[in-house]
């Protein structure tokens, strides 16, 4: 049986995401060429990568940290967030039981002032692919805009790094010295 709204609020609360409510019918994204994702898009499609310094090795001590803030610059720059801080996670509703069905869906969140996404162990922002690497929680997860107009989505590399991507066709590269400072 699939998990209820109530659940999933209880399961993202930990990582400082309130749930807002669950979002009925197609979430608008930008638009990629055919067969490419976040993770395949091209400059030319609106890919802008966490800088070289913010990509952490699955086991760095600093992994963590890197992330969360590699995370919030790239949210703040690209416009993921709206006036109070919220967005549209995926998420899985399969329990233990339909753990192999596809339930996803996306859930309307908010940032909370005491927030750590890389760090906060909850299972929806869990990596699988990083379990072939270590032991250790490492997040990946998939976040859009409520305008449709971002997509953020951080992930696990073959190469056993992780980084954030931005998907946001309209932007240009943002001026430098703009970053938020993290806080996890």
């Known amino acids: 049986m699939p998990l209820t709204d109530s659940e999933i609020a209880a399961q993202l609360a930990p990582a400082g995401l309130l749930f807002i409510r669950r979002v009925e019918g197609e979430v608008r994204q930008p638009h990629l060429p ?20 913010e990509i952490p ?8 940290v890197k992330v969360n803030a590699s995370w919030l610059r790239m949210a703040s720059e690209f416009g993921l967030f709206n006036k109070d801080r919220e967005f549209l996670l995926l998420v899985n509703y399969a329990d233990e039981e339909d753990e192999w ?29 990083a379990g072939t690497f270590t032991p250790r929680f ?15 989505e951080t992930t696990v590399w073959g190469n056993g790094t992780v980084s954030t991507i931005a998907i946001r066709p309209s932007a240009t590269a943002p001026a430098r010295g703009t970053e938020e400072t993290a806080r996890g």
């Not at 090795?57 to 963590?64: L, R, S």
């Open 34 to 53: 055919p067969g490419r994702s976040p993770s395949s898009a091209r400059p030319e499609d609106g890919r802008f990568d966490s800088r070289p310094d």
């Open 57 to 64: 090795d699955v086991n760095d001590p600093d992994m963590p």
């Open 101 to 129: 069905e596809d339930h996803s869906g996306w859930v309307q969140v908010r940032l909370l002032d005491e927030w750590d996404l890389a760090a906060s162990g909850v299972e929806q922002l869990r990596s699988w692919i």
């Open 138 to 152: 490492v997040p990946e997860f998939r976040m859009v805009s409520l305008d449709g107009q971002t997509v953020i």
